[in-house]
């Protein structure tokens, strides 16, 4: 059914930049986190501008923001989950990659996801992994993938289409009653740091 089932998790940003640490929470509303937070020693080495155009190799880079960041710009986001007998933090791990194109579920095909409000989850031929739905203009449409992690719990691969690029991150089942406020996170960022990739 599936033209691509493993999303591989990236964000491209300006290689070569160091990104200055200042955590001051009072700027990270307005400031470049893509930038600041970029993993560059993970990230390929590519001649950009320091903007988000069609100049630059978008698939390269990769992003970490830190777990409290993002709580701090994202109400209800748990910073830290219990997974088992140990305390994870949920840093964004952020990757970019092209969009896979559309794949479209029957709605008997699937079964909502309660804790998410909108998700829906997809069976296939694994009980401990399966797809990722989501109800948009388009219908009800391929948006990721879902891994038992055999702790109780799951964890969530998105695939985030923005702009004719993609964004992948990985989401707990416990912040997944806030994947719209991340996904706005994400789409905001994306503009605050000039991003114009239109394909």
């Known amino acids: ?35 600041r937070y970029q993993l560059s020693e993970l990230s390929h080495p590519v001649e950009q501008d320091g903007n988000f155009d069609t100049k630059d190799n978008l698939y390269g ?31 964004l791990y952020l990757t970019f990659s092209e969009p896979y194109k559309t794949i479209r579920f029957e ?6 996801i309660e804790e998410s ?8 031929d694994s009980q401990y992994h399966w797809d990722l739905a989501k109800q948009t203009e388009d219908g009800l449409v391929l948006w990721g993938s879902c891994s038992d992690n055999f702790q109780g719990s799951f964890d969530c691969m998105m695939h985030l289409p923005v702009n004719g690029v993609a964004v992948n991150y990985e989401l707990d089942q416990a912040n997944l009653p806030v994947y719209r406020e991340v996904e706005e996170f ?14």
């Open 1 to 35: 059914m599936m033209a691509l089932r493993t999303l591989s998790p990236v964000l491209a940003l300006c290689a070569g930049c160091a990104p200055a640490m200042d955590n001051s929470r009072s700027t990270e509303h307005t400031d470049c986190l893509l930038n």
């Open 61 to 91: 880079m990769r992003v970490e923001i830190p777990a409290t960041t993002v709580a701090n710009q994202i109400s209800g986001y748990k910073a830290e989950v219990t997974v088992g007998s140990s305390t994870q933090p949920q840093f």
């Open 107 to 112: 709605s008997v095909q699937a079964e909502p």
């Open 117 to 124: 409000g909108g998700l829906f989850r997809v069976p296939g």
């Open 186 to 199: 994400i789409r905001n960022q994306m503009a605050i740091c000039g991003f114009e990739y239109e394909g």
